[in-house]
């Protein structure tokens, strides 16, 4: 998809869009070996790893893009995000309970509650032990969601970091380097925010 084919999907499902160009993004940072492969979450973590990817849940966002439901396969991704030089991570909150169900977008897709996706077969409890047991991280988010508007980011290794002004920050260049499929990967993100009830605002991040 086209940066411009993006901004007409989202318009017409009523948000306001806008391309952006990096140059006017100022805290765009590239991405390390030590940054989580994180949830697109805005809020503040108990973890240091801030400059990884931001993706659906963490590792649960390749997993469910390509319809991935057992334990097995959420091991072998874990795995794959290790190899491609990221810290893989999955996370909950200080509200929920359990702690794991904090995470917005595994919630959904545990109940059911994005179209056309099958729910996985274990609960946010068993995700978290599969990701710690294979080397992973689990991180602790805080406080409330206060996102103020979705950025969407296109430029390759680079990220934005989590902030107290918080907003939601989806790498979709994810998608090139895992081989995802990108209308199904943006469409599962928007209905994310959606359901969250988060902001309708995007900016598309383009070189």
């Not at 391309?19 to 993004?25: A, D, F, L």
């Not at 805005?42 to 400059?51: F, P, V």
């Not at 966002?61 to 874990?78: E, K, Q």
Request: glycine share 12%; aromatic share 6%; net charge negative.
């Amino acid at each position: 998809m086209t940066p411009s084919q993006i901004v007409d999907v989202l318009e017409s499902r009523g948000w306001t869009a806008e391309i952006v160009n990096k140059g006017q993004v100022e805290d765009l940072v590239e991405v390390n070996s030590e940054g989580l492969f994180k949830c697109v979450d805005g809020r503040l973590s108990d973890h240091d790893g801030m400059r990884g990817p931001k993706v659906l849940g963490g590792v649960y966002g390749i997993a469910a893009t390509r319809g991935v439901l057992d334990l097995d396969g959420l091991s072998g991704i874990v795995t794959e995000v290790a190899d491609a030089g990221y810290v893989p991570s999955v996370h909950g909150d200080e509200h929920a309970h359990p702690a794991p169900m904090g995470c917005g977008f595994f919630k959904l897709w545990s109940q059911g509650q994005l179209p056309g996706l099958e729910p996985p077969r274990y609960d946010s409890e068993q995700g978290q032990a599969q990701v710690l047991g294979d080397d992973g991280v689990y991180e602790l988010l805080a406080g409330s969601h206060s996102e103020s508007k979705v950025m969407i980011n296109l430029i390759p290794k680079t990220t934005l970091e989590p902030q107290e002004n918080q907003r939601f920050v989806v790498d979709a260049w994810i998608t090139g380097e895992f081989d995802l499929d990108v209308p199904t990967y943006l469409t599962l993100a928007v209905e994310t925010v959606e359901r969250l009830n988060g902001p309708k605002v995007a900016q598309i991040i383009v070189d």
